[in-house]
Each structure stands twice: as structure tokens, then as C-alpha cells.
């Protein structure tokens, strides 16, 4: 099949498969998984116009509406995190937007800043994975009462309440936010999440990410939040910045029709991409609860590493 935006030749069957198998791992820490399918555009199919940046941001807007679904069904929004989210990254991805565009067409430069941005995340979620001392007591409690929870459940055990594992809100205001989760209550200052998303955004409109993918390990390693509570947030908010940078592509790309850039996304790859993500994210959202935070963190840590280094050191060389 041809996708004459981004002028790739495949088969319709490997950008789906593609993109189920990775949203449905990394929906569980509550990324999209649009970090890892922009490589394997750029690096396997050959996509390396401007335009592979609102197409990632496609497939978050087809993608994501499904794990979202889950994570509003069992009760795990955590809803005013995720307005402070979107309050930060959006203004954000239009900075991005222009950056991508006017600084960072040519493809090695590109591929450098890719690298830069992962090997950050990865390292990020490495650190909190092997930092002793790093957890609060509470958020070692709360994780072992859901692993004593999980063996119940694998044990067929059909007496476990769901109830508790709610995200409740407890307090909001401009400067802190509190809820409670699982008999445990955690709290952190708003303005600084804003702060960190405003630069989050930036990044993320110029990768084509929506910036899930650095707010979700910042908010467990430096806000000290439990992944199973920040998840769907960080995805939600993932959805409508991705289509707010959808937008803002599209409508500028005549504006630099002059330098011969594809700019406006390949709509056919990036739905199709979407389609695959779509069904992932509702498995990932679905098996979340029943695997270690750990286990997710480190998966993602060990993938993003690996392309961070690929990435770097084929610049540097």
C-alpha cells in the first residue's frame, strides 16, 4: 500500500500490528507509545519530512480514546491533574510546532533531538527504578497491598472490591491538588506541574509525542504519585494537546508550502497506526492492574534506552 503524504510503500498489516503491540505496554504507564512509533517511521519506513510529527500526533488522537474509556470506567482519573496538564502543555506544542518546522528539518538534526529526548526519559525511569530510599513509605505500601491484591485475583479470589482503588479527589486549588487512592492520600504543588508541562509541551509538539511520554515518569519519580493513578491523566491529556498540534500543523502548512516540505500529516498512516493503538490501549488500560509497577517501568525504561543510544550514537558516527 502507498501513502502518498509520506510517500511510504507496506503492507497496512505491519503499521497496526506495529502499533498494538507497543501501545498496549506502554498505555500501562500511561503513555501513548507515539515515542517509540516515530522511530520506527523515521528509521524503518523512511518517513522524514516534518511531517511524521503531526502524523505521530494522528495516532494518539485515534489511539488513546480507548484506554482513556478504561480508566474513566474503573474510576481511575484523576481529573484534576489532568487539567493541569492540558493548561501547560498546550501553548507549549504550538512552540514546539514552529521549532520542528524552521530548525529542525533536516532529518539528522532531527534524529539527534529524538535521541536527546529518550535517553533522558530512559534514564529518568532507570533512576527511580534502582534509587534506594527513592520511594515514600506510603507508595511501597500501596504497591504492596496491590501485589497481595493481584495474587488474589490470579487466584480467582472473586471477593476483591474494586471500590477502593478510586482515585477520590480530596482538595484543589491554584497552588496544591490532594486525592486519595487505595486508603492513601498524596498531594503536590499545581504550579510546578504547570511549569514543567509548559516545557513538556514544547518538546512534545516538536517530537510529535503530546509529551505523555515525559510527564508520566516525572510524575512518579519527582512528584512521587503511584503509576496506577497517573496513567490515564497523563494519556487524556496526551489526547487533546495531540489534537490541538494536529490542528495547528495543518493550518500553518501552507505557509511554508514555499520550502518544499511535506508539514501536514499523512492522515491514511497516522488512522492507521491509530486503528492498532486504538485496540492495544484498551488491552494495556484492561491488564494494568494486574502487573507490577516495576515491571512497566522497567520495561519501558529498557526500549527507550536502547533507542535513545541508536539514535546518538549513529549521530555522532
Same mark, same amino acid.
Given at each position: ?23 498496549? &505496554? ?13 522511530? &520506527? ?36 482519573? +484523576? ?6 496538564? #492540558? +493548561?501547560?502543555?498546550?501553548? %507549549?506544542?504550538?512552540?514546539?510546532? *514552529?521549532? $520542528? *518546522? ?6 539528522? /538534526? ?11 526519559? %530512559? ?15 506510603? @507508595?511501597?505500601?500501596?504497591?504492596? $497491598?496491590?501485589?497481595? $491484591? ?38 503536590? /504543588? ?14 512534545? %509538539? ?7 511520554? *515525559? ?16 496513567? %490515564? ?13 494536529? *490542528? ?14 511535506? #508539514? @501536514?500529516?499523512?492522515? +491514511? ?15 494495556? +488500560? $484492561? ?26 550514537? /549513529?549521530?555522532?558516527?
Amino acid at each position: 500500500m502507498y501513502f502518498e503524504v509520506s510517500g511510504v510503500h507496506v503492507s497496512p498489516l505491519i503499521p497496526f500490528f506495529v502499533a498494538f503491540v507497543v501501545s498496549t &505496554f506502554t498505555s500501562m504507564g500511561g503513555v501513548s507509545g507515539a515515542f517509540l512509533l516515530l522511530p &520506527f517511521q523515521v528509521s524503518v519506513l523512511g518517513f522524514i519530512s516534518p511531517a511524521v510529527s503531526p502524523t505521530n500526533l494522528v495516532y494518539n488522537i485515534v489511539a488513546i480514546p480507548s484506554g482513556v474509556y478504561r480508566y474513566i470506567k474503573e474510576g481511575r482519573m +484523576a481529573w484534576p491533574l489532568t487539567w493541569v496538564i #492540558i +493548561a501547560g502543555t498546550l501553548p %507549549g506544542v504550538f512552540i514546539g510546532a *514552529i521549532i $520542528r *518546522i524552521k530548525y529542525l528539518p533536516d532529518p539528522t /538534526n532531527f534524529k539527534f533531538f529524538v535521541g536527546c529526548v529518550l535517553l533522558y526519559i %530512559g534514564l529518568r525511569l532507570f533512576y527511580t527504578i534502582v534509587k534506594k530510599g527513592g520511594k515514600t513509605q506510603k @507508595a511501597k505500601d500501596l504497591e504492596e $497491598r496491590f501485589k497481595q $491484591r493481584f495474587d488474589k485475583i490470579r487466584k480467582g479470589d472473586k471477593l476483591v472490591d474494586d471500590h477502593e482503588v478510586r482515585v477520590k479527589t480530596v482538595k484543589f486549588s491554584l497552588t496544591r491538588y490532594t486525592y486519595s487512592f487505595y486508603g492513601e492520600t498524596f498531594t503536590f /504543588n499545581t504550579i510546578a506541574l504547570f511549569s514543567l508541562t509548559f516545557v513538556v509541551g514544547i518538546i512534545g %509538539g516538536t517530537y510529535g509525542i503530546g509529551g505523555g511520554a *515525559i510527564i508520566a515518569p516525572f510524575l512518579v519519580a519527582v512528584f512521587g504519585l503511584p503509576v496506577y493513578t497517573i496513567a %490515564g491523566a497523563a494519556l487524556l491529556g496526551t489526547l487533546l494537546t495531540s489534537v490541538t498540534g494536529v *490542528i495547528f500543523y495543518t493550518v500553518i502548512a501552507p505557509y511554508y508550502a514555499y520550502t518544499g516540505l511535506a #508539514i @501536514a500529516p499523512d492522515w +491514511a498512516l497516522g488512522a492507521l497506526f491509530g486503528a492498532g493503538g486504538f485496540a492495544g490501549m484498551y488491552c494495556g +488500560a $484492561r491488564l494494568q492492574k494486574h502487573m507490577s509497577a516495576k515491571i512497566i517501568k522497567t520495561i519501558l525504561a529498557i526500549i527507550i534506552t536502547l533507542l535513545a543510544g541508536k539514535y546518538i550514537i /549513529n549521530f555522532l558516527l
